[in-house]
């Protein structure tokens, strides 16, 4: 069982280049949510989906997409990459929407937008 | 708003015991959760509390009190591989955590 995985790695990005972040889960998880880490800040929610076919926004929302077309699969899409979006991004799934379930983390993308 | 306070940096030395604090306000409060993040890998989850209370897992407990915004992680008899960072996450009134920015532990020989 792999749990989730994120794909890719790392990736070095030209700013005003479109991304997508790929991220897939085999727990049939109904809730996911895409979090990005900034050095000495907390993990900042982008985007949740609470089940297949609904998403929401999070704390910062602007710049990103989401969509959730199944249970097992959340991409996030960066339409115009900018600097400000160098980050690492985690995505993460739950059994039922967050607040009291435990979320479970993918091995995260690391991503620099020059 | 909505914060949660937790120390940059703490140190420890290998056998010893440390308590790492958090202080939380939220809107609504549903449950507070420890995780437990190696350098350069994903968080891993270490403990939940929603009750006023100590709870105890193996080497490491927490503790939580609602009416002071407070709880703590405590870690005994600390290994080398208990180095980390350890994040404190409230749940808020919408059931979504809010982060705080993390500790990084560092154990000593």
């Known amino acids: 069982i792999a749990g989730i995985t994120q794909a890719p790695t790392s990736q070095i990005l030209a700013a005003g280049r479109r991304m997508t972040l790929r991220c897939t889960q085999d727990?049939?998880?109904?809730?996911m949510y895409w979090y990005r880490q900034d050095l000495g800040l907390g993990l900042r929610l982008i985007h949740y989906?609470?089940?297949?076919?609904?998403?929401g926004k999070g704390e910062v929302p602007d710049g990103y997409s989401v969509s959730r077309a199944n249970t097992d699969d959340f991409p996030l899409t960066l339409a115009s990459a900018v600097p400000s979006q160098t980050s690492v991004y985690f995505c993460?799934?739950?059994?039922?929407?967050?607040?009291?379930?435990?979320?479970?983390f993918g091995p995260g993308t690391r991503l620099t937008v020059l | 708003g909505q914060n949660i306070d937790q120390p940059t940096e703490m140190t420890a030395t290998e056998g010893a015991i440390v308590q790492i604090n958090c202080t939380y306000q939220?809107?609504?409060?549903?449950?507070l959760f420890w995780y437990q993040q190696h350098a350069g890998e994903a968080p891993t989850f270490l403990s939940y509390n929603v009750l006023d209370g100590l709870e105890e897992k193996g080497r490491f407990s927490s503790f939580l009190s609602r009416s002071k915004g407070y709880s703590y992680l405590l870690l005994k008899e600390l290994q080398m591989k208990d180095s980390a960072s350890y994040l404190c996450a409230a749940s808020d009134s919408n059931y979504q955590l809010i982060w705080g920015a993390g500790t990084k532990l560092i154990i000593k020989p």
């Open positions: 993460a799934s739950s059994e039922s929407t967050g607040g009291t379930d435990t979320q479970y």
């Open positions: 939220t809107s609504g409060f549903n449950g």
């Open positions: 727990m049939r998880h109904n809730a």
């Open positions: 989906s609470n089940t297949a076919g609904t998403t």
